[in-house]
């Protein structure tokens, strides 16, 4: 009884800890806003593997590839973030920019 106890109350912990991804977005702007690029590609990251489907997956990927672009001027990770945007949201407006910016 108490291992099951222990084992819910686990879960509901977990479940309490795990950010939305609107939570995740305002977390890499406020660490851009903090000059800690490198943490707000973790927070965009943490996004796009537990939110794929999400409305702001396309706009974080769209963000990670600005970054490695213009914070880290890391041109074949930024190229990469914009092919993978093409790919994975086609339709979305980030996709298109992102086609304009590859061509």
Request: aromatic share 8%; net charge neutral.
């Amino acid at each position: 009884m108490k291992i099951q106890i222990f084992t819910i109350l686990g879960l509901l912990f977990l479940i309490g800890c795990s950010k939305s991804s609107m939570e995740l977005f305002e977390l890499s702007k406020e660490n851009l806003q903090n000059n800690q690029p490198e943490i707000a590609l973790k927070d965009l990251g943490k996004l796009l593997d537990k939110y794929p489907n999400d409305s702001l997956a396309s706009k974080a990927l769209y963000k990670m590839s600005t970054i490695h672009l213009n914070w880290q001027n890391d041109l074949s990770s930024g190229f990469e973030a914009l092919e993978k945007l093409v790919k994975n949201y086609p339709k979305s407006k980030q996709g298109a920019q992102a086609k304009i910016e590859i061509e």
